[in-house]
């Protein structure tokens, strides 16, 4: 498991190994610039000149550090450096100190004479970055977009609030990054909102910490992250077992039921039923209004269809124990019957609510919480929205994130405290929170960038493949992550040109892959 902290969080870390006399300030400096030489190196082996922008704080000690580490490989290093050394952090002083070269004013005529170089470095600010950039530093940070140089952020691109993946001012500009190379952990901004994008490609240095990250509490968040493409072996990462198959009876992996919405609106059904399948529930029932019964019927063959009248229809199938998980929502229609059977579904099992489920509660969310409270069992219900669905649940979460108050993640936990519910909130960057306090992050950018994603009914094969793996588990929060992690792994499979329908069918070639 790869955790995210917060900048706070970061500097808990630290200062915790410091106070403790296990490592001191001015060697984790040392650690972190040779890292990220190391990284520039790897990347860049042709590379022999740079420009190191240095900040007034500990940022700008790394940046310090870097810059005396490529000057004795012979590399050209100018260093452009903001504010009074006198008025530096001590470590961070002490290595503007031993720069032997000349620190000219980090301004913006200094850079726009400085950018026939190699290779930019952003050393300007990192996790102290408490007010918005102003003046000429401000200016300094519009003109890097402009640069020509590949552009490598030490920590964070210089800016960006590290806790919500926006810029610290709302007018505030971050500069786009070829490479950022952060410290000990990732943080959460480098994986929410604008974050991804201004940070390019990101490396992580170890610093040595690791046994102070394992004080940080309960309330870190998990980075739903790549598994290795090998067999499993031990110490494989926590995504593997769940993908398993239990040996047995085919009710030993659940009994999936998916409900229908009515004629020429069942497609979104059987997307979502084929998803809960081929990701390993034992048996998948399609609930179809009798309208579309024969649609459903003349189109399932794996797939099983059931009568299904209304809300009380639905509370007769569910009498059957052995349905251990439901979906229902997509293209199922917005109004009253919906909301009938959304109460019905909710009991002793799992329940994915996505789509026509949540939109039916917009007037009065409360009715819906209510109603998840009612079951008495924590962690039954997931809550799938989209950015709209979400803000028609939690127009207050909704407004202080698009105001950027607070982050794509707290607007997340917050809801799940409010609704009671796991909550998981689509996008290429896909926050999860569950009632008990745990959050995961999932991140679709790079190497997992998959823009074609973005396609009608991916959201609803999504659905289909939490609640197929929510069927044969024990744990909804991690059924979801693993879930998101495969529907971005089919998406990478497939390639540009995909639709929904081939999501399900690249489910096999992953799991294979994965040495399942
Ligand atoms: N604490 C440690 O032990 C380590 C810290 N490291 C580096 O230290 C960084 C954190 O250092 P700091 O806490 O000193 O913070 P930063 O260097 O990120 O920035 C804080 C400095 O910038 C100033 N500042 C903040 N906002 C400003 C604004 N809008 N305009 C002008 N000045 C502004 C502050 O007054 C302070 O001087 C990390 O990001 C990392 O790069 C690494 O060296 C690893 C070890
Ligand atoms: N740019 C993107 N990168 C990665 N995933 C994306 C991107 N855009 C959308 N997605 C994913 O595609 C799915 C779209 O779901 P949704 O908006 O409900 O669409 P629909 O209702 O058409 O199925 C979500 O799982 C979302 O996370
Ligand atoms: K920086």
Redesign the pocket.
Known sequence: MTEVVTAAQ??GI??AA?EAGAVT?AA??E???AGVVAAILRQWPEAQSATILC????????GY?IARLLAERWWDVRVLG??DAE???P??RANRAAWQGEVAPLTRANLEAATDTDIVVD????????????GE?LSVLKALGDCAAPLVA???PSGLCLDRGIP?AREGSVPKCDLTVT?EVPKIGHFIADGPACCGALEVVD?GLSHWRGKLGADTTRLIDAVPMVPPTEGTPHILPNFRKKTGHKYDNGHALVVSGGPSKTGAARLAARAALRIGAGLVTVASPPTALAENAMQLTAIMTRRCGGAAGLSEILEDARFTALCLGPSLGVGEQTRAMVRAALGPRFVVLDADALTSFEEDPSELFEAIAAVGEPERVILTPHGGEFGRLFPDENAALDAGDISKLDAVREAAQRSGAVVLLKGADTVIASPDGRSSIHAAHCARSVPWLATAGAGDVLAGLIAGLAARSDDLHRAAADATWLHVEAARAFGPGLIAEDLPEMVPRVLRDMGV
């Open positions: 970061m500097r630290e200062s410091i300030g984790l400096m650690r972190a610039g900040g007034p704080g500990n940022n700008g000690g790394d550090v903001m504010g008025a530096m952090p470590d961070a050393a300007i600010f990192g996790t102290g970055l408490t007010r918005a950039p102003a530093v030490v920590d964070a610290l410290f610093l």
